[in-house]
């Protein structure tokens, strides 16, 4: 397990953006695909965005495509998340995620590591 701990969540308008990070303890950082995950009260944990090991290719979910931005920075073991266009159904609280294997799988399942979580709140 890879100790990763998140930052930048708050409370933000309708139409607002927030930038998301996460801080990652570890040596081997580059060897992981990175992504996001969020869970809104009631529900269950939801894909978001993932990043490949070199930070060229990615892929959303649907729900997010066009509003969010993944990136990484494998220098400073950190990964971002860019959010705009912020809209109430985004509130929840948004987890960081670690794992080996191909991008092409991580949105099929909750293996690797995970950070606390950071809260999101989009009000009207």
């Known amino acids: 397990q890879v100790p990763l701990v998140e930052s930048g969540g708050g409370l933000v308008k309708v139409g607002g953006s927030l930038r998301l990070s996460c801080a990652a303890s570890?040596?081997?950082?580059?060897?992981?695909?990175a992504g996001w995950f969020r869970q809104a009260p009631g529900k269950g944990r939801e894909f978001l965005a993932g990043?490949?090991?070199?930070?060229?290719?990615?892929t959303y979910a649907d729900s997010v495509a066009g509003r969010f931005t993944i990136s990484r920075d494998n220098a400073e073991n950190a990964v971002y998340l860019q959010m705009n266009s912020l809209k109430p159904e985004d509130t929840a609280v948004y987890y960081c995620?670690?794992?080996?294997?191909?991008?092409?799988?991580?949105?099929?399942?909750?293996?690797?590591?995970w950070g606390q979580g950071t809260q999101v709140t989009v009000s009207t």
């Open positions: 995620n670690l794992r080996f294997g191909p991008l092409s799988t991580m949105g099929l399942s909750e293996a690797g590591s």
């Open positions: 570890t040596r081997t950082f580059s060897s992981y695909v």
């Open positions: 990043i490949e090991r070199n930070g060229i290719s990615t």
